[in-house]
């Protein structure tokens, strides 16, 4: 089966760095997404990875190891508003989404 | 604004009601999804929409009924629902039906279901 993994919250205090990670089994690779949501909000597109290496965006970088199977979400000089959770998905074979869990993260002052 | 309005926002009703569930967008998309979010689940997709033309049913049960008159609207029509079917239903969009590339989704801020 297909199979997203990805821990179910985190803590992590104002200021700091965090590092949440993501696993997967999928039927064939086409791209892996990372995606956030605020409490009661929509889901908003952080970032798209389809070669294995980092991308940076701002303060926020996201890591593809497509041999691993394996992804994180970097998060920089961590801010109150970055509480929220954070969605992995990963497009297959078929173009279908697999999506993770989600990872709670709170911050802290 | 996210640019994919769903309403009603919140919604309560009994398992013998009939209701519906709206989304929209003007982002100038031709593909829209229906999705089930319940807490500490991924997201489920369950219907897919690509140019009006229904796509995707992921074993939906019949109690749950989509409509997509043109490319701009989509709807979620319910039933005889069960307390199970409580969760968020979100309502997302994409330029095409994701056949290549990056097939990023635009979402609504969701449907909140409350089955009694």
């Known amino acids: 089966g297909q199979n997203i993994d990805q821990p179910t919250e985190m803590t992590a205090t104002e200021g700091a760095i965090v590092q949440i990670n993501c696993t997967y089994q999928?039927?064939?690779?086409?791209?892996l997404f990372w995606y956030q949501q605020h409490a009661g909000e929509a889901p908003t597109f952080l970032s798209y990875?389809?070669l294995d290496g980092l991308e940076e965006k701002g303060r926020f970088s996201s890591f593809l190891s497509r041999s691993k199977g394996y992804s994180y979400l970097l998060l920089k000089e961590l801010q109150m508003k970055d509480s929220a959770s954070y969605l992995c998905?990963?497009?297959?074979?078929?173009?279908?989404?697999?999506w993770g869990a989600g990872t709670k993260l709170i911050i802290k002052p | 604004e996210t640019g994919v309005t769903q309403t009603p926002r919140h919604l309560v009703m009994g398992m013998t009601n009939k209701k519906s569930l709206k989304c929209e967008q003007h982002?100038?998309?031709?593909?829209m999804y229906w999705y089930k979010q319940s807490a500490k689940k991924p997201l489920e997709l369950m219907f897919v929409?690509?140019?009006?033309?229904?796509?995707e049913n992921n074993s939906v049960p019949s109690r749950f009924s989509p409509e997509c008159p043109n490319s701009s609207h989509l709807f979620l029509h319910l039933h005889t629902l069960q307390p199970e079917d409580s969760a968020l239903y979100l309502c997302?969009?994409?330029?095409?039906?994701?056949?290549?590339?990056?097939?990023?989704?635009?979402f609504g801020a969701g449907s909140r279901l409350t089955v009694l």
């Open positions: 982002l100038g998309h031709n593909a």
């Open positions: 997302a969009s994409s330029l095409d039906g994701g056949s290549s590339g990056a097939n990023v989704l635009t």
């Open positions: 929409y690509n140019f009006k033309e229904q796509t």
């Open positions: 990875n389809v």
């Open positions: 999928t039927s064939g690779f086409n791209g």
């Open positions: 998905a990963v497009q297959d074979s078929n173009y279908q989404l697999i």
